[in-house]
């Protein structure tokens, strides 16, 4: 098993800078990536960042140049770094890690609020 828990998110003045946390315990063996979602009223969840166990990372196209996506093996934590908020970026932000069996585990979220 994996657990995931997630912190850091709040509200921030848009423009402002926020870093997610995101710790893994359990079977962390077995994770193969790790990675950011995030969830807007009415919207789908979409993928934010992934970075892999090799430290590969991609980028959704509307967080590129503002958004960091980093990992600290020694921790076993993932963090997700976003600079130049936008309201846009207001969503609640869930972590997720692939296992190498592929299965998905999720976090409990966290709300990110980008407002003025």
């Known amino acids: 098993q994996v657990q995931l828990v997630e912190s850091g998110g709040g509200l921030v003045q848009p423009g402002g800078s926020l870093r997610l946390s995101c710790a893994a315990s359990?079977?962390?063996?077995?994770?193969?990536?790790m990675g950011w979602y995030r969830q807007a009223p009415g919207k789908q969840r979409e993928l934010v960042a992934r970075?892999?166990?090799?430290?590969?990372?991609n980028y959704a196209d509307s967080v590129k140049g503002r958004f960091t996506i980093s990992r600290d093996n020694a921790k076993n934590t993932v963090y997700l770094q976003m600079n130049s908020l936008k309201p846009e970026d207001t969503a609640v932000y869930y972590c997720?890690?692939?296992?190498?069996?592929?299965?998905?585990?999720w976090g409990q979220g966290t709300q990110v609020t980008v407002s003025s």
């Open positions: 970075i892999t166990s090799g430290g590969s990372a």
């Open positions: 997720n890690a692939v296992r190498q069996n592929f299965a998905s585990i």
């Open positions: 359990g079977s962390i063996f077995s994770i193969i990536a």
